[in-house]
Each structure stands twice: as C-alpha cells, then as structure tokens.
C-alpha cells in the first residue's frame, strides 16, 4: 500500500522559514517524480512544485520560485520542500503528490502569521 | 499558463441521477488530464487518468471522456458516498494546472 506522509507544517511567522518532508513507502520512490501541490484554507488546488526521479529536472509555480526549493533523498525514500521568505498567502495544507497525481498523502498546514 | 475551466462550479443532484462535469482547456493538453475527488478534511482522491482511464478501485458509474481541450467526467448513477468536490488536473506540461473544482451537492 502507498503510503505518503507529510510532516514539518507549523505556525511560523512572515518571513521565516519551514521545511517540509514527505516519507514515501509501498512503491519504488526513485522510479517516480514527485510534486507538492497546496490548498488553502476553503480555497482549490494549486501545485507548486515538481521533481523527476533523479532530481535532473525541477520546476516552481511563479509564485514560489527563488523562495522554496525542492528535493529528494531517494537512499530515504523521502521529499523535501524547503521554503523561505514565507508569505501570508503561502498559508496552506500541503500535500506531497507521487507520479502525475496517482496518490497523495494527508497534508501538513503550514500557517504564516505574526 | 494552462487554464482549466470547469463546469458548473456547483451542482445539486439527487442519488441515482446522471452528472456530467466539463472541464476546459485553453490550449491542448492530449489525454494528459486526471480527475479528482475530494472530501471535507480529506486528500483529493484519484478517479479518471489519461482522460478516461478507470483508476484500480474507483466504482464503474464513474467514466471519463475527451481530448484536446475539452473533457467531461460523468457519473452514472449518483451514490450517496459521491457527494464532494470535483477537481481536474491537467498534467502535460508544468505548471500542472487545476480547474476551480466542482461540488456536488445533495437536491
């Protein structure tokens, strides 16, 4: 069984930093690309980053890019999103995606408020 | 940018009717679209992939059609476990692009 699970969301204040990390297992992590895909609160879906399965190719929503950075440990089985400068509006629920959106782990909230 | 369009954004049904939902795009996508279901409190759901393949599991009253730009998603005979919010997605070129979802709702 597929499993994603997602940690590292928190309350965290405009400007700061937060990382995020996804733990894969029930699949062979490096034979996929990964994605994080957000929503917030009462709001749709919006994606914002993805990586291949050797990290050779690696793309940002506008509205992320120079501010979070994406990475994988595939010896870990895991995802990471590094994010900086964060912005009220980066408030969200998180999720880590596996493939082109097959499965999706649980999220984890990341909150930006002073 | 690849702008998905969905249609309606809300829809009130009754269980057993027939509901189609349409998504459009702005430019052409091939059969690169996947379709969603999400619950409250819940991670979106996997339903249709490539445009109108079944994922393993989904119940068959769910179907998927279109290519190009524009594709439905048609529910055969509505469940009382349906009733949540429709997402497309499409996948063929970054970045992935999401229509703004469509909640179905009990008549």
């Known amino acids: 069984e597929v499993q994603l699970v997602e940690s590292g969301g928190g309350l965290v204040q405009p400007g700061r930093s937060l990382r995020l990390s996804c733990a894969a297992s029930g699949f062979t992590f490096d034979d996929y690309a990964m994605h994080w895909v957000r929503q917030a609160p009462g709001k749709g879906l919006e994606w914002i980053s993805g990586i291949t399965w050797d990290s050779g190719s690696i793309d940002y929503a506008d509205s992320v890019k120079g501010r979070f950075t994406i990475s994988r440990d595939n010896a870990e089985n895991s995802l990471y999103l590094q994010m900086n400068s964060l912005r009220v509006e980066d408030t969200a629920l998180y999720y880590c995606?596996?493939?082109?959106?097959?499965?999706w782990g649980q999220g984890t909230l990341v909150t930006v408020s002073s | 940018d690849i702008q998905m369009t969905q249609s309606p954004s809300t829809l009130s049904a009754s269980v057993g009717d027939r509901v189609t939902i349409t998504c459009r795009a702005s430019?052409?996508?091939?059969?690169?679209l996947a379709w969603h279901q999400q619950k409250p409190g819940k991670a979106p759901k996997l339903l249709i992939y490539?445009?109108?393949s079944l994922e393993s599991g989904v119940p068959s009253r769910f179907s998927g059609s279109g290519s190009g730009t524009e594709f439905t998603l048609t529910i055969s005979s509505l469940q009382p476990d349906d009733f949540a919010t429709y997402y497309c997605q499409q996948y063929n070129s970054y970045p992935w692009t999401f229509g703004q979802g469509t909640k179905v709702e009990i008549k």
């Open positions: 430019q052409s996508i091939s059969s690169r």
């Open positions: 995606v596996k493939g082109f959106g097959e499965d």
């Open positions: 490539k445009a109108s």
